[in-house]
């Protein structure tokens, strides 16, 4: 399957699972999800068990700033 960009709903949902600041996040067609916060730190959550945790090595999609530190562009 490939990597789909979720949409703002479900966005908000991994923000409120996680309590942190969710500003994009994306599938994979399975319960695993990728999200990056407001301050570029690149996460994992799973839907079933609600864990998460922070990635080490992040995959930087085309639709993510490719300089951590670097601040987000939430713009279409």
């Not at 979720?6 to 599938?27: C, F, K």
């Not at 080490?56 to 670097?70: E, F, I, L, S």
Request: glycine fraction near 8%; aromatic fraction near 14%; charged fraction near 30%.
């Amino acid at each position: 399957m490939s990597t789909e960009r979720l949409s703002p709903r479900r966005t908000r949902r991994i923000a409120r699972e996680t309590g942190q600041d969710v500003v994009r996040a994306w599938g994979h067609g399975n319960y695993w999800f990728d999200f990056v916060t407001s301050d570029h730190r690149h996460g994992w959550w799973h839907k079933k068990d609600g864990t998460w945790a922070w990635e080490n090595d992040p995959t930087h999609y085309n639709t993510c700033p490719k300089v951590p530190g670097q601040p987000f562009d939430t713009s279409d």
